[in-house]
């Protein structure tokens, strides 16, 4: 039975979020909060935790300590309804190989207990405007499918079940520039109906030109939040992700052999 409550104060919140590896520390003490109807950005440089923030975010990875609340609800303790709000793409989606992109979203939505007439409405919406019914129509399994076309009907499992807060790391990963229009083209949709992105990437430029507000990840913590102006102070968004991270010094090491 879901519990009555009041409004959230943010989409997504995460409180002192911690994660060991053995001896190695992932994500450490991390705080980081969504607002509601943003489009977020979350940089980092590899092996900073931001995708180990993010599966401990929407349950996929328990934290060692720490709390994550999805509209002020805790992902860990009342997970079925955190995850009626979540809509998540991890990154790496593992997915049925032998099914059609149609028989994907039917099963997910039938496992989910959504009406069948339901599903099978928002799956057809889903498959043609994610570009995807030609394939449908051939009968294309999802294990024929492009990387574009993955990173698509993964969407398309996310968004079937109307959640309000959008997870995703790495979307635009491989993606082909007409499915990356594509993608954006759905998650500004999206957002300007009220619901909440947060999107990982390495992109600086692509983060630039989609998000509102950015989080800057690195060594298990946040560096830096804000809107994107704020987090730029002035300058360009890499620019400012460099000096934030820290650079490794190359002077007189930059292969002096190559061209020689």
Known sequence: MTTERGPAEWALELRGLRREFGDKVAVDDLDLTVPHGSFFGVV?????????????AVGLLRPSAGRAL??????????????RRLGVLPDGLALPERLTGGELLTYWGRFRGMPRQVVASRTAELLRVLELEEAEQLGTLVGEYSTGMRKKIG??????????????????????P?????????????AEAGGSVVVSSHVM?????????????????????????????????????????GAPALAGEELTWIGG
Not at 70 to 83: F, I
Not at 178 to 190: D, K, Q, Y
């Open 178 to 190: 007409v499915s990356a229009r594509v993608l954006t083209r759905i998650l500004r949709r999206f």
């Open 70 to 83: 999805v509209q002020g609800v805790d992902v860990w303790r009342e997970p079925v309804e955190a995850k």
């Open 205 to 245: 430029a692509l983060v630039e030109q989609l998000c509102d507000r950015v989080a800057v990840v690195a060594r298990g913590a946040v560096v830096a939040t804000g809107t994107l102006e704020e987090v730029r102070a002035g300058r360009s968004l890499e620019d400012r992700f460099v000096e934030l991270v």
């Open 44 to 56: 980092g440089p590899n092996g900073a935790g931001k995708t180990t923030a993010l599966s401990m």
């Open 155 to 176: 969407l398309a499992t996310a968004l079937l079940h109307t959640p309000r807060v959008l997870v995703l790391d790495e979307p635009y990963e491989a993606v082909d």
